[in-house]
Nanobody
Framework: VQLVESGGGLAQPGGSLRLSCAAS????????MKWFRQAPGKERELVAA????????DYADFVKGRFTISRDNSKNTVPLQMNSLKPEDTAVYFC?????????????WGQGTQVTVSS
């Protein structure tokens, strides 16, 4: 199983970045997919989520209207489009896959990609 994030880097305030998560080794289309982030000295927090079929999305209040999550079940990818970036968006961004089955739960994490927003 692999979740590989890409697209991180340095952006100026007000700029944009597009992250992507490439998944392999599991039945991607069955899993809810999420992006989390963790800033230095802070706890990991949920940024955005998309259902297995891609028919519903959810966002943390601090990114609503700025970030867009989507998924391509034919390519096993989960892009996160980030616009109007702010310095407080600086963090390591992680891709997450989760599946509830019966009474159990299965989840996978990527290694993360650094996003730095600075002038």
């Amino acid at each position: 199983v692999q979740l590989v994030e890409s697209g991180g880097g340095l952006a100026q305030p007000g700029g944009s970045l597009r992250l992507s998560c490439a998944a392999s080794g599991f039945t991607f289309s069955n899993y809810i997919m999420k992006w989390f982030r963790q800033a230095p000295g802070k706890e990991r927090e949920l940024v955005a989520a998309v259902t297995a079929r891609g028919d519903r999305t959810d966002y943390a209040d601090f990114v609503k209207g700025r970030f867009t999550i989507s998924r391509d079940n034919s390519k096993n990818t989960v892009p996160l489009q980030m616009n109007s970036l702010k310095p407080e968006d600086t963090a390591v961004y992680f891709c997450y896959a989760g599946l509830q089955y019966g009474l159990g739960y299965r989840e996978y994490w990527g290694q993360g990609t650094q996003v730095t927003v600075s002038s």
